[in-house]
């Protein structure tokens, strides 16, 4: 079992920024990804950025402006995000998908004002 905690949403003024952090805790550790979904009001859950063994990916929307990191000693995710736009306010979830199911954090608001 793993849980996940969210911190560092908010308001913040368009073209700011925040960092969003996750870190993971428990038992089942065999991770193939960690990353950041987002869902805005009447919209689906999309994904904002992964990063697998290997890889990173960024949803089109936010590339050059956001930035996945990881560590993993830490076993934590973090989502620095640049040049914020009021497009960009919705709920953030931390995602981590180990060998045997995907997890999800409880979310964390971000709003962009005009």
């Known amino acids: 079992q793993v849980q996940l905690v969210e911190s560092g949403g908010g308001l913040v003024q368009a073209g700011g920024s925040l960092i969003l952090s996750c870190a993971a805790s428990?038992?089942?550790?065999?991770?193939?990804?960690m990353g950041w979904y987002r869902q805005a009001p009447g919209k689906q859950r999309e994904l904002v950025a992964i990063?697998?063994?290997?890889?990173?990916n960024y949803a089109d929307s936010v590339k050059g402006r956001f930035t996945i990191s990881r560590v993993n000693a830490q076993n934590t995710v973090r989502l620095q995000m640049n040049s914020l736009k009021p497009e960009d306010t919705a709920v953030y979830y931390c995602?981590?998908?180990?060998?045997?199911?995907?997890?999800w954090g409880q979310g964390t608001q971000v709003t962009v004002s005009s």
């Open positions: 990063s697998s063994i290997g890889s990173t």
């Open positions: 428990g038992s089942d550790f065999s991770i193939i990804s």
């Open positions: 995602y981590l998908k180990t060998m045997w199911r995907p997890y």
